[in-house]
């Protein structure tokens, strides 16, 4: 079996914006391949050539009409968003390759499958909430669904990190008032809760449903949106975020992107190749909309060029554009902003040009479009700040590999044990002259090879026991070829014996002695201001 021409069945709810995104990008991947799309005129024909059925309304057929028109089309390949485990089992008897997308909990899958990463969702929902100011926090969801579970598992442990960095001050409180809206009596019950919070808080929610929800009891209750509590949900349904009064932010997990992936994974199967059992997209960016879009700040200059900043994301800005426009100067300034936010205004401009480096690139917009959009003279110069500064930190790694298994893990454990692995070469070519090939034979070239690697196992065997916990015992070969064996010294020749007299001024002779007495190779005799051995 192969892709070409494959009957494949879409079986979505599409009655759900999420759902509706996912089929965007199963139809971006047929017409125009996986990755960033970026559509300029209409593809005369797709790229896959698959003839596609969409099987929608499940609520209304039922499980038993929907299998029987499964069976009627007779699918080549399944995307399907899974119910539960009983639907998975019997999507499974019809023995054709199959993608699951959005599985409620990574455990007990049954096919490969895409899924939004949960638990980043909650963490983009902890930094937002923390620049725009807020110390305390809430979270409004639904204890008997699974992505509101890992949702608030990032978010819980997000706030935690965040309250125990060195760089954030003040601390972010990290008790979490927590409300589930599963009971029926939820309505009920929620004035109690909303009397207990403090103000001002930022209330995370799990949906974009549940957010338009609390931003109503908020408005019932005399609460004032954003100024008493920001609220910040998650989908980016754009039509349910405008219902709300005020419009309510919110988190994009990816869903389209999710799509993607489930088209190219399905693709994958129907050629006979190997699959990574889950992939795991991360979200995206936070759509700020009234109801995030404010900043809590004591110190007036620090809101004032905070909103400066963040409403000029494509201006090339500076902090002396800054000062202009406030009473204060250069010092008091980057003082206030390390006290409220962690980090200088300079940063800060970093960090939201970031962001609107990232929303652009989204949009499909190239690297050199982002650049004149963002008003750098030069693409060149964007890279740099992208590379220097981004959401993860300064300097950050990137490893693009077809090994499945969790990203830090894979780089701990494998890419950066290769790159150790290539030190020690570069370690034995540049401080024992490995790669000096000067003679004109092969066999004479090869021989100073050998000695290299010869003395490089010594060098590492003096390490790894004589060396340990000494001031050179992480040193490079060089360092202590150097030091330790390049010592000048008096030889003086006997009938039976060689007598070695080390300077006195010599400033590691203590720890030459320690190396000798270690190896037990030479008898250490101290003759008067001399160092013998």
């Known amino acids: 079996m192969t892709a070409e021409n494959a009957r494949v069945a879409l079986v979505l709810r599409t009655q759900c914006a999420h759902s509706r995104e996912a089929l965007r990008g199963i139809i971006d991947a047929v017409w125009y391949g996986g990755g960033a799309v970026r559509r300029t005129t209409h593809a005369s024909r797709p790229l896959l050539p698959w003839t596609l059925k969409l099987f929608s309304q499940l609520e209304h057929t039922g499980v038993d009409s929907l299998f029987a028109e499964l069976r009627q089309f007779k699918a080549d390949g399944i995307i399907f968003e899974s119910f539960g485990e009983a639907m998975s089992d019997r999507i499974n ?19 490969p499958g895409v899924s939004v990463n949960d638990e980043q969702i909650g963490r983009m929902a902890a930094e937002h909430l923390i620049e725009s100011g807020l110390r305390y926090f809430a979270f409004f969801g639904g204890a008997q669904y699974m992505y509101s ?105 990816g869903f389209r992107q999710a799509g993607r992936a489930a088209a ?35 110190d007036e200059n620090v809101g004032v060029a905070l909103r400066f900043i963040r409403e000029h994301p494509t201006a090339n800005l500076s902090v002396k554009v800054l000062l202009h426009r406030m009473a204060t100067n250069r ?48 693409s060149k110069y964007l890279t740099t700040l992208s590379h220097r500064v981004t959401d993860e930190g300064p300097n950050p790694r990137f490893v693009v590999t077809n090994l499945t298994g969790e990203a830090q893990d894979l780089y701990d454990t494998l890419y950066c044990a290769r790159g150790q692995a290539e030190n020690y070469i570069k370690e034995q070519q540049l401080g024992l002259f490995a790669d000096r090939t000067s003679c004109h034979r092969f066999l004479a070239n090869q021989f100073r090879v050998l000695l290299s690697g010869f003395a490089y196992i010594l060098i590492d065997h003096l390490r790894r026991t004589a060396l340990v916990g000494k ?24 009938v039976r014996r060689l007598v070695l007299h080390l300077s006195s001024a010599y400033p590691l002779q203590s720890l030459f002695m320690q190396v000798c007495e270690r190896l037990g190779a030479v008898l250490i005799m101290p003759v008067g201001k001399q160092m013998s051995g």
Not at 214 to 234: C, F, H, M, R, T
Not at 270 to 289: A, D, F, K, Q, Y
């Open 149 to 253: 579970v890992s949702r608030f598992a990032g978010f819980q442990r997000a706030l935690h990190e965040f309250s125990r960095g060195k760089n954030r001050a003040p601390r972010p409180a990290t008790d979490i008032h927590t409300f589930d809206r599963c009971p029926t009596d939820w309505r009920d019950r929620i004035k109690l809760w909303l009397d207990g919070l403090p103000r001002p808080i930022g209330i995370f929610a799990a949906n974009d449903l549940f957010a338009t929800e609390i931003v109503q009891e908020l408005n019932k209750y005399q609460w004032s949106v954003p100024e008493d509590a920001a609220v910040l949900g998650v989908d980016d349904d754009e039509l349910q975020c405008n219902l709300a009064y005020p419009p309510i932010s919110s988190i994009q997990p």
């Open 471 to 494: 001031e050179l015992a992480t040193a490079q070969a060089d360092t202590i070829r150097l030091k330790l064996f390049k010592i000048g010294a008096v030889v003086k020749a006997s």
């Open 264 to 298: 190219k994974m399905l693709e994958r199967l129907l050629n006979g190749e190997e699959v990574s059992n889950t992939v795991e997209i991360s979200p995206l960016r936070v759509v700020v909309r009234h109801s995030t879009d404010i900043t809590h700040v004591e």
């Open 93 to 111: 008897r019809l023995k054709c390759p199959v993608v699951e997308l959005f599985w409620p909990s990574l455990i007990n899958r049954r096919h």
């Open 331 to 378: 010092r008091h300034l980057e003082r206030a902003f390390l006290e409220t936010l962690g980090r200088t205004p300079l940063e800060e401009i970093h960090r939201v040009r970031i962001l609107k480096i990232k929303e652009l690139l989204l949009t499909g917009k190239s690297v050199e479009q982002a650049a004149r959009d963002m008003h750098f003279s030069s």
